[in-house]
């Protein structure tokens, strides 16, 4: 039987008191633990080495969650992955489309469950790696904001080559795969608009304002 003190774990979470409260917990029942502050560190440290099993929180800045482990499961399939968020109490209420083998709720969940979840999970990892491989996963986006002709648009990150570019967003078809060639490669992203959530951006000019509308528009300035 294999020695769960040979397996690593990759935290990822932007709040450094979950970070850490997290490696004492799994440190403390052996595994070997790794700890990222965002989507993107978490990508970096992948290229390096890959763990057995990626723990991410689903809301952080920059790169959500959802993304982050859309593009874990395209890119790196042997790895198992287990979502976690204080925004939803089961892994039920998540809304659909999340890539994950697991689900964490943080704030409501026991530590204990979790150790559960990643000693299954170990236990499990080369059946989970086949029906990733078989999977096709889409890249789950949200919605970022519109631009400044008031165009909706999100941001994409190629599953191939890492890169991101914006995208506008000319229908609302709520959690619909769709397709796009990269920008920089010739990856063909397939993608999820998420529309339940927008991105909290730290730019003050974020909100683009609406286009005028003819007739709406009082003709002088109060
Ligand atoms: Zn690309």
């Given at each position: ?76 399939p042997e790895i ?121 951006s730290p730019r ?19």
């Open positions: 039987m294999a020695n769960p003190s040979k397996h690593k774990i990759l935290v990822v979470d932007d709040d450094e008191a979950v970070r850490d409260s997290l490696k004492l917990v799994l440190r403390s029942s052996g595994y070997e633990v790794g700890l990222a502050m965002n989507g993107f560190d978490a990508l970096l440290q992948l290229k390096r080495s890959l763990p057995a099993i990626v723990i991410s929180d689903l809301n952080m800045p920059q790169m959500s969650g959802f993304e982050f482990l859309s593009v874990v499961r395209r890119r790196f198992s992955v287990i979502a976690m968020s204080g925004a939803y109490e089961s892994g039920d209420d998540v809304p659909g489309g999340v890539i994950a083998d697991a689900f964490y709720a943080k704030g409501h969940g026991d530590p204990q469950m979790l150790l559960q979840a990643v000693a299954e999970l170990i236990r499990t990892s080369s059946a989970h790696a086949a029906d990733h491989e078989r999977e096709s996963a889409p890249v789950w986006i949200p919605r970022n904001g519109k631009d400044s002709h008031g165009i909706p648009y999100v941001v994409l990150t190629c599953t191939d080559c890492l890169r991101s570019f914006p995208l506008s967003v000319m229908t609302e078809d709520l959690q619909k795969i769709q397709e796009t060639p990269c920008l920089f490669c010739s990856s063909t992203v397939r993608y999820i608009i998420d529309f339940s959530l927008s991105v909290a003050p000019d974020a909100d683009a304002p609406a286009p005028a509308t003819p007739g709406t528009r009082k003709a002088t300035a109060s």
